[in-house]
């Protein structure tokens, strides 16, 4: 393991050193229940939870009073669709998302669909990832309550015109959620000037912890009213039930905070690292790059090899992706792929290389090499 290159950036993240200093005093030494108001086990800890509040919510520009924490960004995601639906289903049962999003939305969409009386359009996106503000336009109805379209997908890397979408949202008074997951963090965004109603971050995106995330449900203009996913408490105002996560979600706020502190020159150091990649495999004929090169995240490279080409001997080596992490065990092809028409054959031979700040040149020049070496009879 130690001798294995990690280039699986967009499935987790390693922890970085001074997030998991930062969290480790909180299973020992600090180990007081943000519940427990009467003694200084109970300060402390609500004291590092309000910190950490304050620091998810400086990373998007909101209020501290605007972030609920979760699991992870599928929880809120959950918390999103099915408490909103719920809450705002005497107004609409229309909800538009599209087909390539997260299988958190799509799930959660079907399931509405099949026992709570949903309606769901699902839009479809071009050869290259992205979806038609035009046809989301058409797509809404009297009766819709939420569009639900991504920021940043985690197979391709493809960025949406959130802005676009927002303010359309915002034009015909329907609420916007977007899974941000991949795009906090890594780009800047703040909710005061793209107009996103709701949105979700994960911890383990961005060198936090697993298990830890949060939603952001805006508080006014307009206020959104999400009845609470999960109940047995009053913790998070009444909104998600549950004792709080105190060192995760210290690591969470630290590695916003991080996030946040650090982005430019994070995306001046990975640009680097793929366009690299993405030059050199470039030269094998027939090798494809998928997604939107114009507005892509700048860690992520979704490529289709030719069949010819042996990619999978790297895996010995190197950690990269076919896909999402959540639904590679199924043994699914990846519908983000079929979404953009790419067929079964060219599916199977495609993968994700996601790379973060601890990936160096060197390493990619290494699996590039190797690539050449195994298939030399190609070249």
């Known amino acids: 393991m130690s001798d294995l290159i990690y280039f699986d950036n967009n499935a987790t993240t390693k922890v970085d050193d001074k997030v998991v200093e930062a969290i480790l005093p909180f299973f020992s030494q600090k180990y007081g229940n943000a519940s427990s108001k009467l003694h200084a086990y109970g300060w402390e800890a609500e004291a590092a939870v309000d910190k950490a509040r304050e620091q998810v919510a400086d990373l998007i520009g909101a209020e501290p009073n605007e972030i609920v924490f979760t699991s992870g960004a599928t929880e809120a995601i959950n918390m999103a669709l099915c408490g909103i639906y719920r809450t705002y289903k005497s107004k609409g049962k229309h909800i538009i998302t599209v087909k390539s999003e997260h299988k958190a939305v799509l799930d959660t969409c079907r399931f509405l669909e099949e ?31 939420l569009i639900c379209i991504m920021a940043a997908n985690n197979e391709t890397g493809v960025i949406q015109p959130i802005e676009e979408i927002g303010q359309l949202a915002r034009e015909h008074k329907i609420l916007f959620f977007s899974d941000t997951t991949q795009y906090a963090g890594k780009m800047m965004l703040d909710v005061n000037e793209t107009p996103i109603d709701i949105l979700c971050v994960s911890a383990h995106k961005m060198h936090g912890p697993k298990g830890v995330g949060a939603i952001y449900l805006k508080r006014k203009n307009p206020r959104v ?23 995760g979600i210290v690591g969470l706020g630290l590695c916003s905070q991080m996030a946040k502190s650090e982005i430019w020159e994070t995306n001046t150091h990975v640009s680097k690292l793929r366009a690299y990649l993405e030059h050199q495999l470039l030269e094998i004929p027939g090798l494809r790059i998928n997604g939107s090169t114009r507005t892509r995240l700048y860690n992520t490279s979704n490529i289709t090899f030719p069949e010819s080409v042996n990619i999978k001997e790297l895996l010995k080596s190197y950690a990269f992706s076919s896909g999402s992490a959540c639904t590679s065990g199924s043994g699914e092809l990846s519908h983000v792929l079929k979404a953009m028409g790419l067929n079964d054959e060219e599916i199977k031979n495609s993968y994700r290389f996601s790379f973060s700040k601890y990936n160096t040149i060197d390493e990619v020049k290494k699996v590039i090499n190797n690539l050449f070496t195994i298939n030399k009879f190609l070249f």
């Open 115 to 145: 026992y709570e009386g949903a309606e769901i359009t699902y839009l479809n996106v071009d050869k290259e990832g992205l979806v038609s503000p035009e046809e989301l336009r058409r797509s809404i109805r009297k009766d819709t309550i």
């Open 225 to 247: 009213n999400c009845l609470p996913f999960m109940y047995g408490g009053g913790q998070e105002s009444g909104r998600r039930a549950g004792t709080l996560n105190v060192p």
